[in-house]
């Protein structure tokens, strides 16, 4: 049974993939162009590509979505609006974004503009979501982790439409809040440029001892999630208040997302028990890292990550049986095609891939020439299959969408022919350039009118009924009338495609709101050297020196009430630390304990809008946004002022330079991170429950390995893991060191550096000492490089992407 209202959305890395999904039941598409994009690695769109991508799709009732849904630096900005002003002009119907800077500055050039915000925005509760409401959005990606009734609540109880992945890859961090790229290679998935660094293999270790534990599961893909998919599913998804049904896939070939969105379309259409055994079978074979239901339905542990492998699996079609010498025996499960892909394992553990140059039939053995150190009775899957790929580009290389038009032509002698065209409430009315002449040998036929009239093939319309009035003896010519025919359906289509009928902006309108929006003023007065501390335990609070910092951020709950009475006798400035990820019961765990504390508090800090939101509408307190919010520009630090956010913590992955150049207004304290281990993941997955096979995440607070443990990779690095509150936080494996180099950044505008102590237990009151003083000028450039280099004797450091970036 069709369901009313839901939107099937695909996405669309090439033109090609655009037809599979329209031509495949999709009811809009998601697309990037060639700039400002979260999959840059994707062929994505030319100008004049997306011109007749709008063109192609509005004509079939079809909707376009852009994506601009990066981190814009601020030299970037005039561009990106000229870009989206491009996108405007074209009739794109909206906008996916990401920064917050960049959203605020479309909803003051382009007020009517549909805005979506990415899920790389991180929204995961009702106030996140309330918080894109007021700011414009028409809707919310939500984060791919929200649970069914945490989607539900946000929808019984806000206005913004709702957007949920159905289909495809996933990330194993939360979407916007993964560093692990951007810190380790310099690839910012905030930029589109993921190298995803999940997909690769791990070992688990003892932190402390290093030693590797788990054997069996060492050099696992312990971060490599399997593939999302909801087929069967639809209903409570649709049921829980998600409007738009998202497939992922925008760099995936074209066969994929017809077969992917043909098969959605049909549970759509008829329900889920209309899917076969063998539409099942096409939907594993596209492509599949195996499958979850996700996390928004409840999966956890084993039943998400595809540990095993990160890669299209296939499906499994056969088993070797006898080996003689590089001659490999296959008895195949399942008839195979000449020009399928299949897969054999070597027994070292890589796999081999060929294509095959024969038919294969069930229950038969087949011998292989040539093919060394296949592993006997291992598995031999079907990596890609030429009948499904051949079944899947026949569905979009013809047209398959038709519409209704009604036709009613009046052909007189000395007058122009006039054709009425009507399709739904749409009215085309024309005449042929030439006057209809009084036939001298063979006149006209009603007959050869209908023929012609009715040549609509190469469209998107059938004709239900065609009138003709015809002058008896009448003539005018075949081009005449088959020109008729293509001016009105022209004229159609003309309409259809500005489906937004939107007023155009005038250069002179749009150089005055740039000019207004873009150019902000930098404050005169120049901040003091303050430096800033966070600690997340007891014991690390009990190392600092209190004399020697400016202020505190507070994030742990042992014995609260008392180091903040220590604090607070010392008049220092003290704030909460709040949880990157917080649904409905953490804000009001949340709440309760700001009610009981709030007095010895001169502020919150927060890393999700939605904290933020719910911060700013229970407290009147001090509010700091923090990395989670992701600030990389100045109209983000705009926007945020405006909503009342007293103070940031610049993305550490701004370099020097783009510190400099970011405006720094009146009002706002500016800070930066200049010591940490930067934590490079925040993810629902925890690593451990894949080994005690973990069904969900009930008892991560009294597991005893959710703390002291981490991850190697294949280069013998160890990453630190924190697990805590349904979160894991794995973090970088050297410290960011700034400490050479604190007077430039203090000197490009910056009123703080923070110095963000996490796992650690020890070095922590000479690292803070020696920050504190070299800041206040009480020590000289040599004792700081003494220190540095003693540090480094020790362990490695990094300087981040202070002198490095991510663009």
Known sequence: MVKNNIELLAPAGNMESLYAAIQNGADAIYLGGKMFSARQYANNFSDEELKKAVEYAHIRNVKVYVTVNILIDDKEMEETLNYIRYLYDIDVDGLIIQDLGLAYLIRKVFPDFELHGSTQMTVNNLPGAI???RLGFNRVVLAREVPIDEIKHIQDNSDIQLEGFIHGALCVCYSGQCLMSSILGGRSGNRGRCAQPCRMPYSLVDYESKSEIFSSWNNKHLLSPRDLNTLDYIDEIINSGVISLKIEGRMKKPEYVATVVKNYRK???YGKESITHKDRDDITQIFNRGFTKGYMLGAFGREIISYDRPDNRGVLVGKVIKIDKNDVYIEFFQD?????????????????????????????????????????NSDVYRTSSESLLKRARESYEQENIKYPIYMKVYISIGRPAMLYLTYENINIEVQSDNLVEKAKKISLTKERILEQLSKLNDTVYYPVDIQ?????DAFMSISDINKLRRDAIDQLNNIRKNKNNRKPISNEEYEFLINKHLNLTNRVVKGKNKVSVSVKNKKQFEQLNLSKLDRIYIGFEDSLKDVLHKVKEKNIETYLMTDRILHRKGLEILKEKIIDIGDLLDGISVSNIGTFKFIKDNFDKNI???IGLNIFNSYTIELLKNFGIKGITLSPELNMKQIKNI????????????????????????????VK???????????????????????GIDFYMDRSKGCTTIYNSVPLMILDHIHQIYNNGIDMIRLDFTFENEGIKEIQEIYYDYANNRIDREIVEKFIQNYRSKKHITKGHYFRGVI
């Open 131 to 133: 918080f894109l409401q």
């Open 267 to 269: 549970v759509l259409e």
């Open 336 to 376: 195979v095609e000449k020009g399928d892909g299949v897969e054999f394992e070597t027994y070292n553990g890589d796999r081999i891939g060929i294509v095959l140059d024969f038919k294969g039939e069930k229950g038969k053995v087949t011998k292989i020439t040539n093919i060394p150190n296949i592993l006997l």
């Open 468 to 472: 003709i009035e015809l002058d008896e």
């Open 624 to 626: 700091h946004g923090e």
């Open 663 to 690: 405006k720094k207004l009146d009002g706002i304290l500016y800070e930066s991170i200049g010591y940490g281990y930067i934590p490079l993941m925040i993810t629902k997955h925890c690593p451990i429950a894949l």
């Open 693 to 715: 096979n973990c069904h969900n995440d009930k008892n991560c607070d009294i597991c005893h390995y959710n703390k002291g443990y981490g991850l190697r990779d294949r280069k």
